[in-house]
């Protein structure tokens, strides 16, 4: 990775978790100037992802605190550098995951920077100039333009849809796909599959959950993992299953429901190791495989898939100061499917006198330490 000479910095008010009990507060913090390869945008929603949770509380033992989340960021450009050519002030634009990567790699030639060894992310990352990366939860974002990319479908959308594609699920045949999880991911899941013509069995443990899977999503069948019975009864029916789940489970009983040579797919993120007993692939010849997000190029087939469904993610929308409401509901799976912050939806009078105070204490503790 190539490191460049920082930029000056500029002060930005957020959100931000500056301990492991995770919670959120105002947060004042520094963001480089725009540079010459930089867009500045001006942030108005950002999705709240489940792995925001995940770094805020350090549940992955890799935070670097205080960490600003969010990387389901969209906006408005307000500036742009001197190299840039294809953004312009006043357009809408968005940012996934990913921060910077080297360009070099054999993974950023080949267009999957994604994958690329030294890949930073939107938050919680290490950019080119050596400066720690803050995320979505904040008023505004100086990003690469070689990096820009609405709000849950730059992470939950695109994580889903390339799966599907991978496995050459888009104009194939009717298949019978296999959902686990209907949260954030696993709805889009489902109407990505839907679009792409597929038969689609939703799989969770909430019978509370197959009403609206079925007759609101469009799912055509649901299964309670739970239930010995039903899953005996749909034992080798499944040509391909998403795993959106981010807790831990094991993936025994679900590689059962495969077909033989059946494909399981991985893009939930549980904090702890599942199991993988081996002879469910063994006797099934079956496939277990891992995917994260997706590439530029494939956020913009992404998107363009959702414009011509007209597949958009079910969300609610928060203000910033119940981000920390919005998490504690999201860990009793009480959301359906994505919160999605509206970062000026609040009057900031009090947040702003608030910030103000706390970046007046910094100078004057810079002052006395000169």
Same mark, same amino acid.
């Given at each position: 990775?190539?490191?460049?000479?920082?930029?000056?910095?500029?002060?930005?008010?957020?959100?931000?978790?500056?301990?492991?009990?995770?919670?959120?507060?105002?947060?004042?913090?520094?963001?480089?100037?725009?540079?010459?390869?930089?867009?500045?945008?001006?942030?108005?929603?950002?999705?709240?992802?489940?792995?925001?949770?995940?770094?805020?509380?350090?549940?992955?033992?890799?935070?670097?605190?205080?960490?600003?989340?969010?990387?389901?960021?969209?906006?408005?450009?307000?500036?742009?550098?001197?190299?840039?050519?294809?953004?312009?002030?006043?357009?809408?634009?968005?940012?996934?995951?990913?921060?910077?990567?080297?360009?070099?790699?054999?993974?950023?030639?080949?267009?999957?920077?994604?994958?690329?060894?030294?890949?930073?992310?939107?938050?919680?990352?290490?950019?080119?100039?050596?400066?720690?990366?803050?995320?979505?939860?904040?008023?505004?974002?100086?990003?690469?333009?070689?990096?820009?990319? @609405?709000? !849950? &479908?730059?992470?939950?959308?695109? /994580? %889903?849809?390339?799966? *599907?594609?991978? =496995?050459?699920?888009?104009?194939?045949?009717?298949?019978?796909?296999?959902?686990?999880?209907?949260?954030?991911?696993?709805?889009?899941?489902?109407?990505?599959?839907?679009?792409?013509?597929?038969?689609?069995?939703?799989?969770?443990?909430?019978?509370?959950?197959?009403?609206?899977?079925?007759?609101?999503?469009?799912?055509?069948?649901?299964?309670?993992?739970?239930?010995?019975?039903?899953?005996?009864?749909?034992?080798?029916?499944?040509?391909?299953?998403?795993?959106?789940?981010?807790?831990?489970?094991?993936?025994?009983?679900?590689?059962?429901?495969?077909?033989?040579?059946?494909?399981?797919?991985?893009?939930?993120?549980?904090?702890?190791?599942?199991?993988?007993? @081996?002879? !469910? &692939?063994?006797?099934?010849?079956? /496939? %277990?495989?891992?995917? *994260?997000?997706? =590439?530029?190029?494939?956020?913009?087939?992404?998107?363009?898939?959702?414009?011509?469904?007209?597949?958009?993610?079910?969300?609610?929308?928060?203000?910033?100061?119940?981000?920390?409401?919005?998490?504690?509901?999201?860990?009793?799976?009480?959301?359906?499917?994505?919160?999605?912050?509206?970062?000026?939806?609040?009057?900031?009078?009090?947040?702003?006198?608030?910030?103000?105070?706390?970046?007046?204490?910094?100078?004057?503790?810079?002052?006395?330490?000169?």
């Amino acid at each position: 990775m190539t490191k460049t000479t920082p930029n000056h910095t500029q002060a930005v008010s957020g959100w931000a978790a500056l301990d492991s009990s995770g919670k959120i507060t105002p947060y004042i913090f520094n963001r480089r100037e725009n540079g010459v390869n930089d867009v500045t945008i001006k942030i108005l929603y950002c999705g709240i992802c489940h792995s925001d949770l995940h770094y805020a509380k350090n549940d992955w033992g890799i935070t670097m605190y205080p960490v600003v989340p969010g990387h389901e960021i969209t906006g408005i450009v307000v500036e742009v550098g001197s190299n840039v050519t294809n953004f312009k002030t006043g357009d809408k634009v968005g940012v996934g995951c990913m921060s910077a990567s080297c360009l070099q790699c054999e993974s950023c030639k080949n267009s999957e920077e994604n994958y690329c060894d030294k890949v930073q992310f939107t938050y919680n990352g290490v950019f080119w100039d050596g400066s720690i990366t803050y995320g979505g939860y904040s008023k505004m974002l100086v990003a690469d333009y070689r990096k820009p990319r @609405a709000a !849950p &479908l730059l992470c939950a959308g695109v /994580t %889903v849809f390339c799966p *599907m594609k991978d =496995n050459n699920l888009i104009g194939s045949p009717r298949k019978n796909i296999g959902v686990i999880g209907l949260g954030g991911l696993g709805h889009l899941g489902i109407k990505f599959a839907k679009a792409f013509g597929h038969h689609v069995t939703v799989i969770s443990t909430s019978l509370s959950k197959e009403k609206e899977a079925k007759t609101k999503l469009g799912a055509d069948d649901f299964i309670v993992s739970s239930n010995a019975q039903q899953m005996q009864s749909r034992q080798k029916t499944l040509d391909f299953i998403l795993d959106t789940v981010s807790a831990k489970h094991s993936l025994g009983p679900y590689l059962e429901l495969l077909k033989v040579k059946g494909t399981f797919v991985i893009v939930g993120a549980p904090d702890k190791p599942m199991g993988l007993p @081996a002879f !469910p &692939l063994i006797f099934g010849k079956r /496939t %277990v495989k891992g995917s *994260m997000i997706g =590439n530029i190029k494939e956020t913009q087939e992404m998107l363009d898939i959702c414009g011509k469904y007209n597949i958009m993610c079910d969300i609610e929308i928060v203000t910033p100061d119940r981000i920390n409401e919005a998490y504690e509901r999201i860990e009793k799976n009480d959301i359906k499917y994505r919160f999605v912050i509206d970062i000026d939806g609040i009057e900031f009078v009090l947040v702003e006198r608030v910030l103000f105070s706390e970046l007046k204490f910094h100078l004057r503790k810079e002052a006395n330490r000169i």
